[in-house]
């Protein structure tokens, strides 16, 4: 907006001398340069009104959303395994729910930016001989 709103004073400075652009032969240029100029006011202008229609804050709603269904089912996961007389199977539950998480922290928050063969900055190389710990 900035850089349009300049070179419309200096077409503005330009046009006061129209007939020396036309004995140069620039007035076609500056004609050329004023619709094209027109043109990116217009897109920009188009942009703005596209975004202004979007909802303030949509991605932090979704995210408290999000939040708030994990937690429901943490601790509905917890009750169950709580009051549940069956151990096995308020465990096979418990596993269940942590591999769905696991899954989901692996696959659908992992930043798609980073190069899969880069490791972690604090994870360490296993020396020789050694097995990582399990989890």
């Known amino acids: 907006m900035k850089e349009s709103g300049l070179i419309d004073n200096m077409l503005q400075d330009l046009f006061q001398y129209r007939t020396q652009l036309r004995r140069l032969g620039l007035e076609i240029i500056a004609d050329r340069l004023k619709a094209a ?14 975004r202004s229609a979007q909802i303030m804050g949509e991605l932090k709603a979704a995210r408290e959303a999000t939040d708030r269904a994990y937690l429901t089912l943490v601790r509905l996961t917890n009750a169950y395994a709580l009051l549940n007389p069956d151990r096995a199977e308020a465990q096979k539950l418990v596993a269940l729910v942590s591999e769905d998480l696991e899954y989901f922290r692996k696959h659908a928050m992992a930043p798609s930016h980073r190069d899969k063969k880069t ?10 001989g050694e097995t990582p710990a399990e989890a």
Not at 37 to 50: A, G
């Open 37 to 50: 100029n027109d043109r990116v006011r217009q897109l920009l202008t188009e942009r703005n009104d596209e």
């Open 119 to 128: 490791p972690e900055p604090d994870a360490e190389p296993a020396t020789q």
